[in-house]
C-alpha cells in the first residue's frame, strides 16, 4: 500500500510517517520507482515503535537516538561516559575490585588491607613487618 494508506491506518499523517522515514524509524525498502510500498512488516515496525514512544513517553527524535546508541559503539561510549560525569550513571565495578571487597567481606575486614612494613606483604592484624609484639604495650 501507498504511504496515504499506511497512514491512514496507523493513525496518523503521512507527513509524520515520513518524519519517522528521515529518522530511520522505517524499514529501509523502497519500489524501484522510489516510492515506499508499506506491507504488514512495515505497519508493525512502526506500530512498535509509536507504543514505545507510549510506553516510555519519549518522541521519535528520542527513540532514534536511542537506536543509535545501541547500534555505534562511539556514540555508546560518550552518552556512558556524559552519565558518569553528570551522576545518573554509576561506573561498573572491576572484577579485581569484586573480588577484593568480597575477600575482606570473608575475612571480617571493613577496611583496606595495609602493606606490612618492609615485606610488601598484607599483615591481616595490621602490624609492621614479622617483629613479635613489643613487650611495653603488653
Known sequence: M???????RLGMSP?????????GLLPPVR???????????ELAAVAQ???????????PGELAFALRVLSEPAVAQAVRDLGL???RLQAPRRAL???KE????????????????????A????RAGNHPPDRAQE
Do not use: N
Not at 501507498?2 to 491512514?8: D, K
Not at 519500489?31 to 512488516?41: K, L, M, S, V, Y
Not at 515503535?49 to 518522541?59: K, N, T, W
Open 102 to 121: 568480597k575477600a575482606l567481606r570473608l575475612l571480617g575486614r571493613a577496611g583496606p588491607v595495609r602493606p606490612a612494613h618492609g615485606t610488601g606483604r
Open 123 to 126: 599483615d591481616p592484624a595490621g
Open 85 to 87: 560525569r553528570i551522576g
Open 49 to 59: 515503535g509509536v507504543e514505545l514512544e507510549r510506553r516510555f513517553d519519549i518522541s
Open 2 to 8: 501507498r504511504i496515504t494508506e499506511a497512514a491512514r
Open 31 to 41: 519500489e524501484q520507482g522510489a516510492h515506499r510500498r508499506f506491507g504488514p512488516d
Open 97 to 99: 575490585d569484586f573480588e
Open 15 to 23: 507527513r509524520m510517517l515520513r518524519y519517522r522515514e528521515a529518522l
